[in-house]
């Protein structure tokens, strides 16, 4: 079954603006995960935040974790061409296995 | 080597051919995964291998047949498929099980994209 809920579902922005995804879940967690997949490709693991962890920082990847709210972003600054891509959240849960969100869609028009 | 590989990159099969997927990591990752993705949509657990057993089958039908040959290697034997089991199959794998508070990321291949005509 699927926990996490991203926010929009598509994102539509210009090269150099910065692109924020949010994602909503319903229990409790271990950590929450973001992953990209470019079209047709395989994910890639983008960044893992803990559940007792507010913000992380990877290059130009930001994420922020508010379990009072069960929800998190990934901002990304600057962005470039190459982030088109589709991003999704995982959520790792007790004892269970990581359980991924629908997606977000990003297209960064040059 | 960090990566994951998976064989062939497309496939393409007739609803009584008998094919299968494979899956390769040498990160020396014990648990390996694989996933179903249809277009536009998340990736949907099938089977998790953990030390070689299988140890999560999310009710998928038996014309998929999972078999983890060693540590480094998982296969997914095709039979009978229907064309609604078109979709990009990902395989993926991890240093220990992704279950419980030390779950980490998951590695994956670049998919297999079956077409079932």
């Known amino acids: 079954s699927q926990q996490g809920e991203e926010d929009p579902q598509a994102l539509s922005i210009q090269e150099g603006e910065n692109a924020t995804m949010n994602c909503s879940y319903k229990?409790?967690?271990?950590?929450l995960q973001w992953y990209r997949q470019n079209s047709g490709r395989g994910l890639v693991h983008l960044i893992l935040?803990?559940?007792?962890?507010r913000e992380k920082h990877s290059g130009r990847l930001r994420v922020t974790l508010d379990t009072s709210k069960k929800s998190s972003s990934l901002l990304i600054t600057a962005s470039r061409a190459a982030d088109t891509a589709s991003y999704f959240c995982?959520?790792?849960?007790?004892?269970?296995?990581?359980?991924f969100g629908k997606g977000t869609m990003l297209l960064v028009s040059p | 080597d960090t990566e994951v590989t998976q064989t062939p990159k497309h496939l393409v099969m007739g609803m009584t051919n008998k094919k299968s997927l494979k899956c390769e990591q040498h990160?020396?990752?014990?648990?390996m995964y694989w996933y179903k993705q249809k277009a536009k949509k998340p990736p949907e657990l099938m089977f998790v291998?953990?030390?070689?057993?299988?140890?999560i089958n999310e009710s998928v039908p038996s014309r998929f047949s999972p078999e983890c040959p060693n540590s480094s290697l998982l296969n997914l034997h095709l039979h009978a498929l229907q064309p609604e089991d078109s979709a990009l199959y990902l395989c993926?794998?991890?240093?220990?099980?992704?279950?419980?508070?030390?779950?980490?990321?998951?590695?994956f291949g670049e998919g297999s994209r079956l077409t079932v005509l």
């Open positions: 993926a794998s991890s240093p220990s099980p992704v279950q419980g508070p030390n779950t980490g990321e998951l590695f």
């Open positions: 229990t409790s967690i271990n950590n």
């Open positions: 935040i803990r559940s007792n962890e």
């Open positions: 995982a959520t790792a849960s007790g004892y269970s296995t990581l359980t």
């Open positions: 990160m020396g990752h014990r648990a």
């Open positions: 291998y953990s030390y070689e057993k299988l140890s």
